[in-house]
């Protein structure tokens, strides 16, 4: 889900907020699902911009900053749309001065949006549980690249993607695509001859992000891959199964 306004032109950030405030209490960032009631999210740096009528936040990523798993289910929550059910602004926002999403809805309605991919969220915590979360819109969406690595299952919805010699934690929903070398969506990690691969040895048929958790439950080692990503959220947006030995 992407509740933001793409302003890349704005340049006037009112007032810096760092990563994690008040000794670790308030984190700004992309949050996940990460099982029944619970988020995870990596501090970012977060810049108040306010110009033209927009209210928001530019934020960048911290260097060697840590995931934080938190439980919301009692915590507030406020939205930036005008209604709690809503998956998108429609052109309607609900925000306080300081940008933060002022329509209070309930810790089941952060199910649903978090459902629907990442929530740019600040989170006020202690311990391990949220107890105040407000959504906000961003200036930009970071982009996305395509490069090729190995994955290994973490939960139905997150993976470990290894390249470079470098690992990093990613998510995925239901809007992720899969594309096989297999036969079926529904068979196992490089079953058979690999009747849908490309002259480069990628998947060529379209598959979705239920056959890929399926196949990744049943994959016993990190299985080699093509994936396109956004690196600055951390989700995953496309898969391609690739014929070779991972």
């Known amino acids: 889900m992407r509740l933001l306004a793409c302003a890349a032109a704005l340049a006037m950030g009112v007032f810096a907020v760092p990563a994690s405030a008040q000794a670790g209490k308030v984190v700004y960032g992309y949050a996940w699902s990460d099982g029944n009631g619970h988020l995870r999210i990596v501090p970012k740096s977060a810049t108040f911009v306010r ?3 927009f ?7 911290v260097t060697g900053a840590k995931e ?3 439980d919301y289910t009692h915590a507030s929550y406020g939205r930036v749309t005008v209604a709690c059910d809503l998956k998108e602004t429609e052109g309607q926002v609900a925000l306080d001065a300081k940008g933060l999403g002022r329509t209070a809805c309930k810790p089941g309605d952060l199910d649903a949006a978090l459902g629907r991919g990442p929530v740019p ?5 202690q311990g391990s ?5 407000n959504e906000f819109l961003v200036t930009e969406w970071p982009g996305s690249r395509t490069t090729r690595g190995t994955i290994k299952r973490v939960n139905d919805t997150t993976v470990l993607f290894a390249s470079g010699g470098k690992q990093v934690k990613l998510g995925y929903t239901y809007a992720t695509s899969f594309h096989r070398t297999t036969a079926r969506c529904r068979d196992g990690w490089l079953a058979g001859e690999p ?11 379209s598959c979705t992000s239920a056959d890929l958790t ?3 439950r049943a994959a016993k080692h990190p299985v080699l891959v093509t994936i ?3 690196p600055g959220v951390g989700g995953v947006n496309e898969v391609w199964e690739v014929f070779g030995d991972a």
């Open 55 to 61: 209210l928001g936040y530019r934020l960048k990523t």
């Open 51 to 53: 110009k033209d009528g």
């Open 121 to 125: 969220l600040r989170v006020e915590y």
């Open 129 to 133: 549980g949220a107890v105040k979360i």
């Open 214 to 216: 399926k196949a990744l």
């Open 195 to 205: 009747v849908n691969a490309d002259e480069h040895g990628l998947g060529k048929k």
């Open 228 to 230: 396109d990503y956004t």
């Open 68 to 70: 934080a798993r938190l």
